[in-house]
Structure formats: structure tokens, C-alpha cells
């Protein structure tokens, strides 16, 4: 990883909270550079854990051990405070281009990397558009979640059962509590992307899938 100056947008993880959920962005910015500015600019008050560059770069931008500012409001699976109980990485990209192999290739050793260090499931590692339907859409319909879970590094549904309540199933697997239509927009973008229309027989047996093989665990349910 390249040394980088940290940023000072971070604090303490609330209440002993450890890191057991991933959270994948996108900067949304022309340029990695004047992503790495605005995460450390203080007047920001936004930071990551982890910035990754088109080439493969990975910057540490702030201690694991700490709070880093990346998600904002929205939950997953009953954490409401999802910035006390992450780690948030940032990928370089624009929001409109494709993902570069370089890019890809470094944030799966990240990933293999944090994971075992923390203990941290594949079902875990998410998108922030996951956690806040209502106001986000990174990392976006180009990200390649499939190729994660290929690798272990995320998860990927098979069709369940088609009759399944698509709502409820998605929040059994841990989207938040948001109106049915942002949860199937949210939904969409990671495991169907270029769907369009009315929820279908497909979105109910993805998320019934997921719901069955991933339900929230009990134990992670908290703020």
C-alpha cells in the first residue's frame, strides 16, 4: 500500500463497536487525486478507510481501528450506525466508467485481507447503495459483485422461491427498512443491473435465496 497523508475526518467507533461489515463506493469524482483532497480535507468531514486508484494504488487513509466518515445515514441488518461497525473503501471512479482490472485485482486482496483479519462473511461486504437506498447508488450497475462472489469476497443468489414476499425477504437478508420500490431499485443495481419495470418473479426468488442462505444474524442486529 503507498503511503499517504491520513485524514483527520475520523473518532472512535461508538460504544467498543468493532469493524464486522464492508462498505464499496465510488468517489464520484473526475479524478483520484482530487478524491484523496476532499477525503482528507477536514472541512469535508467525509473520509475513508481505504482509497483505491484506477492503477491498483491502495491508499490507507484512516486506522481501521477508528470510525471513518464514508456511509452516512441508512442501517443494514438492524446497524443502524453503520460507520461504528465498518470499514468503507473508496474506488476511484467517476460512477459512469467501467471498473479497471488493476482496480479490481487490489481491492479483491484488500478484501481477502480484511476479511480474514476481522472475520468478516461474504455476505457482509456490501454497497453503500445496500445500506441507503434512498439517497445512493455507488458503487453502481458497472461494479462487478458477481466476480466478488466468484472469489468469496461477496455473495450471489441463486433463484429461490418465486412466491416469496420480495420486501421482506430483502430485509431479512439485511437491506434497511426503506419503501418496497427504493428497495428494488437498490436490489437491482447490484444483482440485476439493467433491469427495468415492475418488481418480477426473478427480484421475489433472488432475495428469497438470499434470505434463506443469508438472514441477518441475530447477533450483528444492533446499533
Same mark, same amino acid.
Given at each position: 500500500?503507498?503511503?499517504?497523508?491520513?485524514?483527520?475526518?475520523?473518532?472512535?467507533?461508538?460504544?467498543?463497536?468493532?469493524?464486522? %461489515? #464492508?462498505? #464499496?463506493?465510488?468517489?464520484?469524482?473526475?479524478?483520484?487525486? +482530487?478524491?484523496?483532497?476532499? %477525503?482528507?480535507?477536514? +472541512?469535508?468531514? =467525509?473520509?475513508?478507510?481505504? %482509497? #483505491?486508484? $484506477?492503477?491498483?494504488? =491502495? $491508499?490507507? %487513509? =484512516?486506522?481501521e481501528e477508528m470510525r471513518a466518515w464514508h456511509a452516512g445515514a441508512g442501517g443494514w441488518g438492524g446497524v443502524s450506525d453503520v460507520n461504528s461497525r465498518s470499514i468503507g473503501i473508496e474506488l476511484a471512479n467517476t460512477g459512469d466508467a467501467p471498473f479497471p482490472e488493476p482496480q479490481m485485482t487490489a481491492l479483491e486482496h484488500l478484501l481477502a485481507d480484511i476479511m480474514g483479519r476481522h472475520t468478516i462473511p461474504p455476505e457482509r461486504v456490501i454497497g453503500h447503495s445496500d445500506m441507503a437506498p434512498e439517497r445512493k447508488r455507488d458503487p453502481g450497475p458497472r461494479f462487478d459483485w458477481r466476480r466478488l462472489a466468484r472469489a468469496g469476497l461477496s455473495v450471489w443468489p441463486e433463484p429461490g422461491d418465486a412466491q416469496s414476499d420480495f420486501a421482506a425477504s430483502a430485509r431479512a437478508f439485511g437491506y434497511p427498512d426503506a419503501a418496497p420500490d427504493l428497495l428494488l431499485v437498490a436490489f437491482r443495481l447490484r444483482f440485476r443491473p439493467g433491469a427495468v419495470g415492475p418488481e418480477d418473479t426473478l427480484d421475489r426468488a433472488l432475495a428469497a435465496d438470499l434470505a434463506r442462505r443469508f438472514p441477518v444474524d441475530g447477533g450483528a442486529a444492533s446499533s
Amino acid at each position: 500500500m503507498a503511503g499517504a497523508p491520513p485524514s483527520p475526518n475520523f473518532g472512535p467507533r461508538k460504544d467498543g463497536a468493532c469493524a464486522d %461489515l #464492508i462498505v #464499496i463506493h465510488y468517489t464520484a469524482m473526475p479524478s483520484c487525486a +482530487e478524491a484523496r483532497a476532499r %477525503l482528507c480535507d477536514p +472541512e469535508a468531514e =467525509v473520509s475513508a478507510h481505504y %482509497l #483505491i486508484a $484506477e492503477t491498483g494504488t =491502495v $491508499e490507507a %487513509l =484512516v486506522s481501521e481501528e477508528m470510525r471513518a466518515w464514508h456511509a452516512g445515514a441508512g442501517g443494514w441488518g438492524g446497524v443502524s450506525d453503520v460507520n461504528s461497525r465498518s470499514i468503507g473503501i473508496e474506488l476511484a471512479n467517476t460512477g459512469d466508467a467501467p471498473f479497471p482490472e488493476p482496480q479490481m485485482t487490489a481491492l479483491e486482496h484488500l478484501l481477502a485481507d480484511i476479511m480474514g483479519r476481522h472475520t468478516i462473511p461474504p455476505e457482509r461486504v456490501i454497497g453503500h447503495s445496500d445500506m441507503a437506498p434512498e439517497r445512493k447508488r455507488d458503487p453502481g450497475p458497472r461494479f462487478d459483485w458477481r466476480r466478488l462472489a466468484r472469489a468469496g469476497l461477496s455473495v450471489w443468489p441463486e433463484p429461490g422461491d418465486a412466491q416469496s414476499d420480495f420486501a421482506a425477504s430483502a430485509r431479512a437478508f439485511g437491506y434497511p427498512d426503506a419503501a418496497p420500490d427504493l428497495l428494488l431499485v437498490a436490489f437491482r443495481l447490484r444483482f440485476r443491473p439493467g433491469a427495468v419495470g415492475p418488481e418480477d418473479t426473478l427480484d421475489r426468488a433472488l432475495a428469497a435465496d438470499l434470505a434463506r442462505r443469508f438472514p441477518v444474524d441475530g447477533g450483528a442486529a444492533s446499533s
